[in-house]
């Protein structure tokens, strides 16, 4: 029989699941995977909170839902709601209607469609993004027909933001270029820009005419403030200007599943968001037609439920607050066993991961004698971490570090 | 811009105490400066300005003109769902079951792998060809979880983009709206095959096989697994014979769309005959599923891309290269449709009362169209042939009325339907048949 399939050739390996497969394929009892991106409980368990819980008991009670296909740019009042969440209730952009929101498939989806429509409508195909970055963004971009450049970020002597770096490769972009911000909690290094840097980025893009695509997955989780956590973007939006910006409601509410988000268009007139909402259906409709119902509606949800929204804000805090202790923690160990280095830099980043700063080859070790698994760019998840795991990561770090300079 | 820049010197556009709980960014009206430079982004051109809106969804226009509609008869017969004899939304029995299980096990909430849920993508597989079929057994099947019928055609319209570049497909005259749609968008030729005849309102099966005959060797050709959208017409058990013979001749790579499985007859197994005639062949070939209609989870979005490969080890590297483009679409699929697929598949009595709803379901659209046929036989004296009525099957019918006719249905008789003249059982309440029948003997006769 006349094969065609068989000249199919494998997919290389995401770097990110063969750590994964690693760590499940070790048979040691006391193995550690610090590679994955999910949030895990003091006892190292999944976490569903309860405020979501609730709410899909109260749409499961409620008897007159249905499963019809949602419109298009997918459900209104999550839209509605989403958008809110991120600009604040009072901005200004929302009041002149100048917003458009599409309920997507998560962060991942929202990005997608965002850099498709600008693929399409966008006068410049280049795209930049920081170095590092989280490693889906290059694939996502390229695909939906962008050309992917980098500009600075992360400084391995200082474990901190290159500022001067930075500026300097976002002032050389051609005008009109896009340019993806990551609003807080950057992944993978964890470093931020101070409010200050923020400022200065703001002035810059805008005088360069370069278009800002905001990356926000951990909104809430990443200071426990939803609205700390909003202030890169609502400077951004405060001015006047566009912008797109990509929400995910996988971390900050436990959705991962679900592949909750939406993407925001930022315009300058009612009339441009209009032919911007019409071109974006046009994207979504040969993709996937419509997007899911079910993570949409427990979003929706929680944020209209003025009693579900506190209780949210709560657990969403408990979760960051386990977070930052565990920094705090790992910080005390390292410092208490007198580990060779500056190892600040843990309490100083913020959110869900930290470059640890080990390199490649202390690394592989960690994995090899120590069971301990993390991304070859020495990016650990602080979420998946617990006091009672801390003390061994701090021990195994100790060695690494003394055995390989 | 450097002035602008040097203009701006220290002073900050924002407060600098940041209280984090209560942020204000003040507004324009409170800061003459900020006033400025927003004024200044307003007065800009955006640099959308030039995108124009683009053509109005000819299926979406249908719904909305039938709810602006204040006619107390009016009826839609537009729509793409499943509507009970009270013409309202149905979510099955064993649905709700089934999410109440899960609420009940309280299931957790992290990422699926990239293929979807496991237990999905082996109980689609199964419904599919059969619990014990060989290409099961000998893991030949390639299976990615979709995001329904769409989601998972374009998976499979991005793999042929890559690995099959210039090869065509090849898609019915006419088909749903959607399908060009997939393959522009994801940039794979297409060109069409004859199918529906309007002379008989049936299949022109000779200009069908003509035409796939034509096509390049090794095309993809798209076929309708049952229940054909829009016209409702199937090839019947011995045309399926033949058109797999032309296809096998050819070399083609059968690329079937079956978003009807058990709601077309009723029967999952006589509805997946066209699938399984395939697979018995042992051809190499594509299947999309969607869960949409045959278990009403539309909003769901649940469906599977399956690749029925010439070995196990084909179906690995194929599976990791479907992957692979799921990635960057939308990193892995939505959980909650699968889980209750996989929940309803794998419990017996589940599965029996999901067989017994279903038989409903498409019991219910047999029923209207026999009452609608009995309808216009009686009412119109013409002699003219109303049975291809009862033939064609599924959700769809064509019924052979023209745009000016379906305008007429639309202006004088308040029916809702596409310009193509295509009618939505699902729709049509038996109460509403002589109506219907009505509208369609004026239409037919009285206009041209």
Not at chain 1, 288 to 296: K, M, R, S, V
Not at chain 2, 249 to 254: A, C, F, L, S
Not at chain 2, 277 to 287: I, S
């Amino acid at each position: 029989m006349n094969s065609i399939l068989s000249s199919v050739l494998p997919a290389p390996e995401d770097p990110v699941l063969s750590v994964i497969f690693a760590c499940r394929d070790d048979p040691s009892p006391v193995k550690l995977n610090l590679s994955a991106g999910t949030y895990r409980t003091e006892e190292g368990k999944p976490l569903v909170l309860d405020v979501v819980r609730r709410a899909e008991q109260q749409l499961a009670n409620d008897l007159s839902r249905d499963k019809e296909y949602l419109p298009l740019n997918g459900l209104p009042e999550f839209n509605k709601l989403s958008t809110k969440l991120i600009l604040g209730d009072d901005s200004p952009a929302l009041k002149e209607n100048r917003v458009v929101t599409t309920q997507c498939l998560s962060g991942t989806g929202s990005l997608r469609v965002g850099a498709e429509f600008l693929a399409t409508h966008n006068k410049e195909s280049v795209i930049f993004v920081p170095n590092p970055t989280w490693g889906n963004h290059p694939r996502i971009f390229t695909l939906a027909g962008l050309s992917v450049q980098y500009f600075r970020y992360y400084d391995p002597k200082s474990r901190g933001l290159d500022f001067k770096g930075m500026l300097e490769d976002l002032g050389a972009a051609p005008p009109g270029a896009i340019v993806v911000l990551q609003a807080c909690a950057h992944n993978p290094t964890g470093v931020d820009p101070t409010f200050e840097q923020w400022e200065k980025i703001r002035r810059l893009v805008r005088s360069k005419s370069l278009l800002p695509f905001f990356d926000s997955a951990y909104q809430g989780f990443a200071s426990g403030s939803l609205d700390a956590d909003a202030q890169a973007v609502r400077m951004f939006v405060a001015d006047g200007g566009e912008c797109l910006i990509a929400q995910s409601y996988a971390k900050n509410m436990g959705l991962y599943g679900e592949r909750i988000g939406s993407l925001t268009i930022v315009c300058t007139s009612e009339d441009v968001a209009k032919k911007v909402e019409n071109q974006v259906l046009l994207v979504v409709r040969p993709m996937y037609l419509t997007p899911p119902i079910h993570g949409a509606s427990i979003v929706a949800t929680i944020l209209k439920n003025s009693d579900m929204y506190n209780d949210w804000t709560i657990e969403l805090k408990g979760m960051a607050d386990r977070i930052i202790s565990m920094r705090q923690q790992l910080y005390a160990a390292l410092e208490a066993r007198g580990t060779p280095g500056d190892w600040s830099h843990i309490i100083k980043h913020i959110g869900m991961f930290t470059f640890t700063g080990l390199s490649e080859e202390q690394v592989r070790l960690m994995a090899k004698e120590y069971h301990i698994y993390m991304t070859y760019d020495g990016r650990i998840s602080m979420a998946s971490l617990s006091s009672k795991t801390v003390p061994q990561l701090a021990d195994a770090i100790h060695a690494v570090v003394t055995r390989i300079a | 811009m450097a002035s602008l820049m040097l203009s701006l010197g220290s002073t900050s556009l924002l407060p600098r105490e940041i209280n984090k709980d209560k942020l204000k960014l003040g507004t324009s009206a409170s800061n003459p400066f900020l006033k400025a430079k927003v004024l200044s982004f307003l007065l800009k051109p955006s640099r959308f300005e030039g995108i124009t809106m683009a053509p109005p969804d000819p299926i979406l226009g249908v719904s909305e003109a039938f709810k602006a509609d204040t006619n107390g008869m009016k009826l839609n017969l537009g729509v793409g769902a499943y509507r009970t004899e009270e013409l309202q939304p149905y979510v099955l029995n064993v649905v709700k079951k089934a999410e109440n299980l899960m609420l009940e096990r309280g299931d957790n909430k992290e990422y699926l792998p990239i293929e979807g849920l496991a237990a999905f993508n082996k109980a689609t597989a199964e419904l599919l060809f059969g619990a014990g079929h060989p290409v099961i057994k000998e893991q030949r099947v390639a299976t990615i979880q979709g995001l329904s019928g769409t989601g998972s055609l374009r998976l499979a319209a991005a793999l042929i983009e890559r690995y099959f570049p210039g090869a065509k497909v090849v898609i019915s005259s006419p088909t749903w709206g959607n399908h060009k749609n997939i393959f522009n968008d994801a940039k794979v030729p297409w060109s069409e095959y004859r199918y529906y005849d309007p002379k008989t309102i049936g299949l022109d099966f000779e200009g069908m096989i003509a035409d796939i005959k034509e096509a390049p060797e090794g095309s993809f050709i798209l076929l309708h697994g049952c229940a054909h959208n829009p016209t409702g017409i199937d090839p019947t058990p011995e045309q399926w014979v033949k058109i797999a013979d032309v296809i096998q001749e050819k070399n083609h790579i059968p690329f079937f769309d079956v978003a009807y499985q058990g709601f077309a007859s009723g029967s999952l197994d006589e509805d997946a005959a066209s699938v399984r005639l395939f697979a018995e062949r042992g051809m190499e070939f594509f299947v999309a599923q969607s869960y949409s209609k045959n278990l009403g989870l539309y909003a769901e979005r649940i469906g599977a891309i399956n690749v029925v490969c010439s070995s196990a080890d084909a179906a690995t590297r194929v599976k990791s290269q479907l992957k692979r483009i799921a990635r960057p679409m939308y990193s892995n699929p939505p959980v909650h449709g699968a889980r209750i697929v996989a929940n309803v598949v794998g419990d017996v009595t589940m599965f029996s009362e999901w067989k017994a709803e279903m038989e409903m379901m498409a019991g219910r659209i047999k029923t209207v169209r026999q009452e609608l046929y009995d309808s216009l036989v009686s009412k119109d004296k013409s002699g003219k042939d109303w049975s291809f009525i009862l033939k064609q099957i599924g959700m769809f019918s064509f019924t052979g009325l023209n745009k000016a006719q379906s305008d007429n249905m639309t202006d004088k008789w308040h029916v809702y339907m596409t310009k193509d003249g295509r009618i939505s059982l699902a729709g049509l309440s038996l109460a509403k048949c002589e109506y219907l029948a009505d509208a369609i003997i004026d239409s037919y006769h009285n206009v041209s």
